[in-house]
């Protein structure tokens, strides 16, 4: 009697199994979701341009705005001199809102996916402050020049990627010294340490260079103000590069998701990944302060209001939080330069709503993983 043995498969790890059950499902980015979030940054860009010392009206903005794209001509009813202020002084900044924004929301995502934990945002590793105090220390031996001139520097992003890697740095091996649980919550608590390290180190060195203090502390309140493009032009590419490394690793953060032990039987290297994100979020952070001074809780706030509309997936988190992020920063800044006769730093108005939006999420969060 002939046999036959049909060989069977070899089992998946449980680890691998339950891992799989727990993963987000697989998800897409409707075309609803697409088109609400660019129309929320078209009328922010609209709302940064429209309203200011001088208002002009809403539809002749809109009007002024499609003009510049090529081959339309439309009549908005706008002086020259009205023009000139939408195209050299307010268009800029409101760009520059869109792009600090996103880079910003797009970080403090990442750092959530990362830690599994829904309290970081793009301050965790001390990265803020590092990259504040290497932009402290350019303005100092500056003389106060960069601050006042209004216009960055291309060496400025690099003094903030410089002190920005520095902290990451000293981070990681606080975190190391800790033995041999080198886990999520240890690193957190080695940024916290190291952030308040970095902070006293900076204002060393604004006692120690008084005549620059006013414009330094201008800086760290955060600041939107641009001379023109250039400002644009020197974010633009970081953007654009933490960007595409968190959008080409957002199925990997899912599967982080599920715990390293769960994630390696799924094939994945927690580590190397980790890694990669945190370079990208720590770059596009530093980028982003060195432009703009330090401007907190939007890393929190908007990951954490994408996640109630769209869900889980950072294969929809991060695309909403690109948009979202720009429109929200934008609208702030509308705020920021209307809400009282003299203009409120940026930092405060997002301060203003992110302490009590993160009471909210310290009392509603039940646990570290997100």
């Not at 990627?161 to 010294?177: H, I």
């Not at 690109?322 to 930092?347: N, Q, S």
Request: glycine share 12%; proline share 6%.
């Amino acid at each position: 009697m002939n046999e036959t043995i049909t060989a069977s498969p070899p089992a998946a790890p449980a680890g691998g199994r339950n891992a799989a059950a727990r993963l987000p499902r697989p998800a897409r980015l409707g075309p609803a979701w697409i088109v609400g979030g660019v129309v929320a940054v078209l009328v922010a860009l609209v709302a940064g341009v429209a309203f200011g010392p001088v208002s002009l009206p809403p539809g002749s903005v809109a009007l002024e705005l499609l003009n510049l794209i090529p081959g339309v001509r439309l009549d908005s009813g706008l002086d020259e001199r009205e023009i000139a202020i939408i195209t050299e002084l307010r268009l800029p900044r409101a760009v520059l809102g869109v792009l600090v924004g996103a880079t910003l929301a797009v970080a403090g995502a990442c750092y959530q996916g990362v830690f599994r934990n829904p309290l970081a945002d793009p301050y965790l590793l001390g990265v803020a402050a590092g990259a504040g105090l290497g932009v402290t220390a350019l303005i100092a031996l500056a003389g106060g020049s960069i601050v006042l001139s209004g216009v960055v520097p291309l060496t400025t992003p690099v003094a903030a990627f410089v002190g920005a890697l520095g902290a990451v740095g000293l981070t990681y091996l606080l975190g190391v010294t800790g033995g041999r649980d080198r886990g999520p919550a240890t690193l957190i608590l080695a940024g916290v340490a190291i952030s308040a390290f970095l902070s006293a180190a900076q204002t060393y060195l604004m006692q120690r260079n008084v005549d620059n203090f006013r414009e330094i502390y201008s800086w760290l309140l955060g600041r939107l103000s641009s001379a023109g493009w250039h400002d644009v032009r020197v974010l633009l590419p970081y953007t654009l590069l933490t960007a595409a490394v968190a959008l080409l690793y957002r199925r990997q953060l899912d599967v982080l998701a599920v715990g390293d032990a769960e994630a390696t039987g799924l094939g994945l290297n927690p580590r190397r990944t980790r890694f990669v994100l945190l370079a990208a979020a720590s770059l596009g952070t530093a980028a982003a302060v060195s432009v703009s001074g330090l401007i907190g809780f939007v890393g929190i706030i908007i990951p954490h209001l994408v996640r109630l509309l769209v869900g889980v997936s950072y294969r929809l988190i991060l695309p909403m939080c690109l948009l979202l992020g720009g429109a929200f920063l934008t609208l702030a800044d509308v705020l920021a330069r209307t809400a009282t006769a003299a203009e409120l730093p940026i930092g405060v108005v997002t301060a203003f709503f992110g302490a009590p939006f993160f009471v909210l999420v310290l009392r509603t969060a039940k646990r570290v993983a997100v």
